[in-house]
């Protein structure tokens, strides 16, 4: 057993989105690197079977959710937080990892000397939650990862002048085949996430109507809402297809865990999010031979992508995302040779071992 504890609080019980998935898996990776894995999950936490058997499980004595504009409440949870941390202190040197904002806001009490490692995964450091991190926390940080080239550069400017900053790309557990994409008359385009304007499933649609009366298309949308403004903007979403007749070219599949049922019925995926903090259905996609076209303003995706060689990338214009799906679907041996690259990349860089031996090396150099 490694000499080092590693404690994770985690304030969200629902197993949705790319952020979750991967805390999950890193947490699991550093179990297996014999690191002794501690969580504080919210009692009603749904994902809690997911974590390997040897992590042990804690959990909060109230709802987690944070907001500054209940102090009392926030103190209330990073006291109940640093009390459990001192549990495991006392037995071995201990690491407060926090794999995303809210955890590190539950280090506010945390003793001055204890060793905090912050993950940035989201994308705006601008909010009052931002600036209350950049001020108050972020001097406090022993050491940042960011898991895209745009994560890191945030981190370069927005952590403290000699901080420790890394970059640390997202892995995946690799499955164990492939599909082959392109053997149906119609054209099935699959995007993934959290349906929000931030995502940007809106732009699909039109692609959709450009291409509807072209050939034969299908939009397959995996996703679910998480707030008000998200339901209003899948409702636009629903009143752009009745209006432009699409009932019959797109489907809503909601929020899937079953990774066969979503790439087994894809011949493309299109990552159009505006900002993106990773992309890791990018990998995904790949990992199970799927070609991937992503917007190269978004962020993340450029991290991972190498434009017309392992994915295509487009300028976050409609009129390019549908001239880069025709030169994928037109050019056979170019979309093979993709899929062929992507595969490699996934498999020689976005493993869940790599990840774990990566971020262990930091976490013993503490």
Same mark, same amino acid.
């Given at each position: 057993?490694?000499?080092?504890?590693?404690?994770?609080?985690?304030?969200?019980?629902?197993?949705?989105?790319?952020?979750?998935?991967?805390?999950?898996?890193?947490?699991?990776?550093?179990?297996?690197?014999?690191?002794?894995?501690?969580?504080?999950?919210?009692?009603?936490?749904?994902?809690?079977?997911?974590?390997?058997?040897?992590?042990?499980?804690?959990?909060?004595?109230?709802?987690?959710?944070?907001?500054?504009?209940?102090?009392?409440?926030?103190?209330?949870?990073?006291?109940?937080?640093?009390?459990?941390?001192?549990?495991?202190?006392?037995?071995?040197?201990?690491?407060?990892?926090? &794999? +995303?904002?809210?955890? %590190?806001?539950?280090?506010?009490?945390? !003793? =001055?000397?204890? #060793?905090?490692?912050? *993950?940035?995964? @989201?994308?705006?450091?601008?909010?009052?939650?931002?600036?209350?991190?950049?001020?108050?926390?972020?001097?406090?940080?022993?050491?940042?990862?960011?898991? &895209? +080239?745009?994560?890191? %550069?945030?981190?370069?400017?927005?952590? !403290? =002048?000699?901080? #420790?900053?890394?970059? *640390?790309?997202? @892995?995946?557990?690799?499955?164990?085949?492939?599909?082959?994409?392109?053997?149906?008359?119609?054209?099935?385009?699959?995007?993934?996430?959290?349906?929000?304007?931030?995502?940007?499933?809106?732009?699909?649609?039109?692609?959709?109507?450009?291409?509807?009366?072209?050939?034969?298309?299908?939009?397959?949308?995996?996703?679910?809402?998480?707030?008000?403004?998200?339901?209003?903007?899948?409702?636009?979403?629903?009143?752009?297809?009745?209006?432009?007749?699409?009932?019959?070219?797109?489907?809503?599949?909601?929020?899937?865990?079953?990774?066969?049922?979503?790439?087994?019925?894809?011949?493309?995926?299109?990552?159009?999010?505006?900002?993106?903090?990773?992309?890791?259905?990018?990998?995904?996609?790949?990992?199970?031979?799927?070609?991937?076209?992503?917007?190269?303003?978004?962020?993340?995706?450029?991290?991972?992508?190498?434009?017309?060689?392992?994915?295509?990338?487009?300028?976050?214009?409609?009129?390019?995302?549908?001239?880069?799906?025709?030169?994928?679907?037109?050019?056979?041996?170019?979309?093979?040779?993709?899929?062929?690259?992507?595969?490699?990349?996934?498999?020689?860089?976005?493993?869940?071992?790599?990840?774990?031996?990566?971020?262990?090396?930091?976490?013993?150099?503490?």
């Amino acid at each position: 057993m490694n000499t080092k504890n590693i404690f994770c609080p985690i304030i969200t019980p629902k197993d949705i989105g790319g952020g979750i998935k991967s805390t999950i898996a890193l947490l699991n990776g550093l179990a297996t690197e014999n690191f002794n894995v501690i969580v504080l999950l919210p009692k009603d936490c749904e994902f809690v079977a997911k974590f390997n058997p040897s992590i042990t499980i804690e959990y909060f004595h109230e709802n987690p959710i944070i907001s500054l504009l209940n102090p009392f409440h926030y103190l209330r949870l990073c006291s109940f937080t640093k009390t459990k941390v001192a549990i495991y202190q006392q037995k071995a040197d201990t690491i407060f990892l926090c &794999s +995303d904002r809210p955890a %590190l806001m539950l280090a506010l009490l945390m !003793p =001055k000397l204890s #060793k905090l490692f912050y *993950i940035s995964r @989201g994308w705006f450091y601008t909010n009052l939650s931002a600036r209350f991190l950049r001020a108050i926390m972020f001097p406090r940080v022993s050491q940042f990862v960011g898991i &895209s +080239d745009k994560q890191y %550069l945030l981190m370069k400017q927005y952590a !403290p =002048k000699n901080a #420790k900053v890394n970059l *640390i790309q997202n @892995g995946i557990d690799l499955p164990n085949h492939q599909f082959t994409p392109f053997t149906s008359e119609t054209l099935h385009l699959t995007t993934i996430g959290g349906i929000c304007d931030r995502k940007n499933q809106m732009q699909c649609l039109e692609l959709i109507q450009l291409l509807k009366y072209k050939m034969q298309v299908h939009l397959h949308i995996f996703g679910t809402t998480f707030t008000p403004i998200d339901v209003a903007y899948k409702k636009t979403l629903s009143n752009f297809i009745n209006q432009n007749q699409l009932e019959t070219f797109v489907t809503f599949e909601g929020h899937e865990t079953d990774f066969d049922r979503i790439y087994k019925q894809s011949d493309v995926v299109l990552s159009v999010a505006k900002e993106e903090g990773f992309g890791r259905t990018i990998i995904e996609a790949m990992s199970y031979g799927i070609p991937v076209i992503a917007s190269s303003k978004a962020g993340g995706p450029s991290t991972i992508i190498t434009h017309n060689n392992n994915g295509l990338l487009y300028d976050g214009s409609l009129e390019d995302l549908r001239v880069k799906l025709m030169y994928l679907i037109e050019n056979k041996e170019v979309s093979k040779e993709i899929i062929a690259n992507a595969l490699v990349l996934v498999q020689e860089n976005y493993t869940m071992n790599r990840v774990a031996k990566d971020y262990a090396t930091l976490i013993n150099q503490l």
